[in-house]
């Protein structure tokens, strides 16, 4: 029994998602998923814009299965604010097959970064999506960039479209690789082709620093599942002319949905109509996490 009540309009993960059909190669990575609470053991933080459903590394892992991946990369999720204990915890109970994406206060030491690197974490997420934060991290990821940068660390930035403007030049600025969750939350009822998703895959033209989760089409979608046709250009486009930087994650969870929650299934399903080649699909979900996050 949680010590918190998940919010009125919450929607809980899939409970029987179908075994996909489509199986992923041997090794595959899911590189954006969340572990929430269990809140009486990991409580969620006071600074939380929204109280979730628990959900646990057992079950994230007996989701993996399910699915026929065989690692994750845990990002750590507003909700935890900077305690990074369930994700740590998820880390430590995977037998080396997970890897994590933690959140960290400028002021961290030294030392508590070389015990989340001893821990399996790789990066550091910083979420410029304003209904998620209290205030930008932008002073923050200013002032820690070099420490990431001198460690082989990279940085997750989580924003949408229309504020790219705003951030291009400070993005563009990062000294380690960036890796950017869901393809910078495209409108895609938008042109693929128009000013607003030219100007993301510009930022990765001009940086070949700067990779994309080809993630959540169930986030971006208003044709909706289970074929999320609306979001195929979208990563198409993006695994495409970027195979080398492109990851791919289920997001389970799925915080925040509110339309509907994605069979994870149909999620994996979703695989071969934006990386068309085997080729591509293993560069996705094999090469590019691997390097990126089990380089040692
Ligand atoms: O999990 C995601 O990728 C997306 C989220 C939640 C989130 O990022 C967080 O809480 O840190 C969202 O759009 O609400």
Known sequence: MSDFIK?????????????????????????????????????????????PCDASAEQLFSLRDHLGFSRNVVVQATCHGTDNRAMLHA????????????????EVSDAELDALHAAGVRGVRFNFVKRLVDVLPIDGLRSIAARLASRDWHIVIYFEAQDLPEYYDFFASLPTIVVVDH????????????????????????????????????????SGEPLYADVVPFATRIVETFPE???WGTDWPHPNMKTHMPDDGELVNFIPQIARTEE?????????????????
């Open 7 to 51: 919010d009125a309009d919450w929607l809980d993960w899939h409970p029987n998602p179908v075994r996909p059909t489509y199986r992923p190669p041997a090794g595959a990575v899911d590189a954006h998923c969340h572990v929430f609470g269990p809140g009486d053991q990991f409580p969620f933080a006071a600074s939380r814009k929204y109280t």
């Open 91 to 106: 880390l430590a109970q995977s037998n080396g097959m997970a890897r994590g994406v933690a959140t960290v206060t400028p």
């Open 183 to 222: 393809m910078g939350r495209p409108d895609v009822r938008k042109d693929v082709n128009g000013p607003e998703f030219d100007l993301f895959v510009k930022l990765l033209s001009e940086n070949d620093n700067i990779w994309s989760k080809v993630s959540c089409p169930d986030r971006l979608s208003f």
């Open 245 to 247: 930087r492109v990851l």
């Open 280 to 296: 591509l699909q293993h560069k996705l979900l094999v090469e590019n996490p691997m390097r990126l996050y089990w380089a040692d």
